[in-house]
């Protein structure tokens, strides 16, 4: 057992994918670790993973309003949390033209708004305790982004962004936040979870067609590992010096390394024309 055993965990969306990975690994450490899912089915699963630390409660993010009974109630029976990972999430694919305004909201709803309401559940909780790891599973798509994920791309940047605004504010206070942008992880991520968006514009055939055939077919064969992520999560909640941003996976890394470069040459670029709106 590790030495920092008997946390207790927070995870949003264990069902499947990052979520259960982790639970599963922070169950064999010793921790406990209260998993949110969506139905009866899934919590009794769920609880089967340990008869004493598994705790299933079934929460929608979405459901704004019983957040904070939901995990008062569930802390009442296991102690605060140590450690909460907003990882529930889902990817919505469609070009921004065909796609519903409906879908942006749905998006943010579960992605953005849903992982800060799980945050205010439990900060107060960890500012008068002034400890705690809020750890939020963005995406190299909220670093970077692709044609054909654009409220994805929004809603993983929005989160990118709030998280580190909230590192700063509350790090005096002792309490961790660790952004973390996996890349493709072999999960139900592009499979099951995913929301695609009816084609109705023929002109985006050529550029969008290609990217929805290409990852339904890399479905299931991703390179990413969600067992090893799992490992480094834990490793990294242990770690004193925890990083804001974290990366996982070879192709999050190329990518986001491109980006900045671009991004810096650009800035270079047109830096006479930045300097030029002062007050002279
Ligand atoms: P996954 O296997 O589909 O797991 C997603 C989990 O989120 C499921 O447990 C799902 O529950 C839960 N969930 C979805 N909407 C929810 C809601 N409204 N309320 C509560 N729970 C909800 O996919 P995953 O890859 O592990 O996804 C976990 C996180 O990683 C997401 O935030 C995703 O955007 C992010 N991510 C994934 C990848 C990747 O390649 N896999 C890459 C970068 C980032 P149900 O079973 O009830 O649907």
Redesign the pocket.
């Known amino acids: 057992m590790d030495k920092r055993a008997g946390r207790v965990l927070l995870i949003?969306?264990?069902?499947?994918?990052?979520?259960?990975a982790l639970s599963e690994a922070a169950l064999l450490a010793g921790h406990t670790v209260i998993g949110?899912?969506?139905?009866e089915a899934?919590k009794a699963e769920f609880d089967r993973l340990d008869g004493k630390r598994a705790h299933g409660v079934i929460?929608?993010?979405?459901d704004f309003a019983a957040i904070e009974t939901v995990v008062k109630d569930v802390t009442g029976r296991t102690g605060p949390v140590d450690v909460l990972v907003n990882?529930?999430?889902?990817?919505h694919e469609g070009t921004l033209e065909e796609s519903p305004l409906n879908e942006l909201v749905r998006q943010f709803?579960?992605?953005v708004f849903?992982a800060v309401a799980m945050t205010r559940a439990v900060l107060p909780s960890m500012r008068v305790r002034r400890a705690g790891h809020i750890v939020n599973?963005?995406?190299?798509?909220g670093l970077v982004t692709f044609p054909g994920v654009s409220y994805?791309c929004g809603s993983?940047f929005a989160l990118e962004g709030i998280s580190e605004a909230l590192e700063k504010e509350v790090r005096g206070f002792g309490i961790k936040v660790t952004i973390v942008?996996?890349?493709?992880?072999?999960?139900?991520?592009?499979?099951?979870?995913m929301i695609r968006t009816e084609r109705s514009v023929d002109d985006y055939n050529a550029v969008f067609e290609p990217i929805r055939r290409l990852r339904k077919e890399k479905d299931g064969k991703?390179a990413?590992d969600?067992a090893k992520a799992a490992q480094v999560l834990l490793d990294i909640i242990e770690h004193d010096n925890p990083p804001v941003h974290l990366l996982l996976g070879n192709d999050a890394l190329g990518l986001v390394r491109k980006k900045l470069a671009d991004l810096n040459d650009e800035i270079d670029a047109w830096e006479s024309v930045s300097k030029s709106t002062d007050f002279s």
């Open positions: 949003t969306g264990v069902s499947s994918g990052f979520g259960r949110t899912v969506r139905s899934a929460l929608d993010v979405t990882n529930a999430g889902y990817g709803n579960v992605n849903g599973i963005t995406s190299m798509a994805y993983k942008a996996p890349g493709s992880f072999r999960t139900d991520w592009a499979g099951r979870s991703q990413g969600p």
